[in-house]
């Protein structure tokens, strides 16, 4: 049989650990299928500072600048997906540029920014 490469855990409470075990954070949702409205697991890996690959279309899409911070892909192009994963992997100075873009834009949505924001709207 071929390699055990998959493990399957029930809903955890601090994802934190995977994702400061993980380089990069992909979210393959087919639009084909649904549409991703806003995207907290890619979200949560900017934070930590992770490149991520998202669906083109939806919320999810709006938090990333594609080749900034991670990247748009379909999800049917697995050959293209291959490859932004291999490029961002083996060039370490892109890497770090991504990782911190991805951390950068994270900024834009933690609480105490998103609450002055909506003030900001509601005192308009």
């Given at each position: 049989?071929?390699?055990?490469?998959?493990?399957?855990?029930?809903?955890?409470?601090?994802?934190?650990?995977?994702?400061?075990?993980?380089?990069?954070?992909?979210?393959?949702?087919?639009?084909?299928?649904?549409?991703?409205?806003?995207?907290?697991?890619a979200l949560e890996a900017m934070s930590a500072g992770l490149p991520v690959i998202v669906p083109t279309e939806g919320g999810?899409?709006?938090?990333?600048?594609?080749?900034?911070?991670?990247?748009?892909?379909?999800?049917?192009?697995?050959?293209?997906?291959?490859?932004?994963?291999?490029?961002?992997?083996?060039?370490?100075?892109?890497?770090?540029?991504?990782?911190?873009?991805?951390?950068?834009?994270?900024?834009?949505?933690?609480?105490?920014?998103?609450?002055?924001?909506?003030?900001?709207?509601?005192?308009?």
């Amino acid at each position: 049989m071929g390699k055990n490469n998959i493990k399957i855990l029930s809903r955890q409470t601090d994802v934190s650990t995977f994702y400061n075990k993980a380089s990069v954070v992909l979210n393959l949702s087919d639009k084909r299928q649904f549409v991703e409205t806003f995207g907290l697991t890619a979200l949560e890996a900017m934070s930590a500072g992770l490149p991520v690959i998202v669906p083109t279309e939806g919320g999810i899409a709006e938090m990333v600048e594609d080749g900034v911070n991670g990247y748009k892909v379909d999800v049917q192009e697995l050959e293209r997906i291959i490859c932004l994963i291999e490029k961002t992997l083996n060039d370490k100075d892109h890497y770090m540029r991504m990782a911190n873009e991805s951390y950068q834009a994270s900024l834009y949505f933690k609480d105490d920014t998103m609450i002055e924001r909506i003030l900001t709207i509601l005192n308009e």
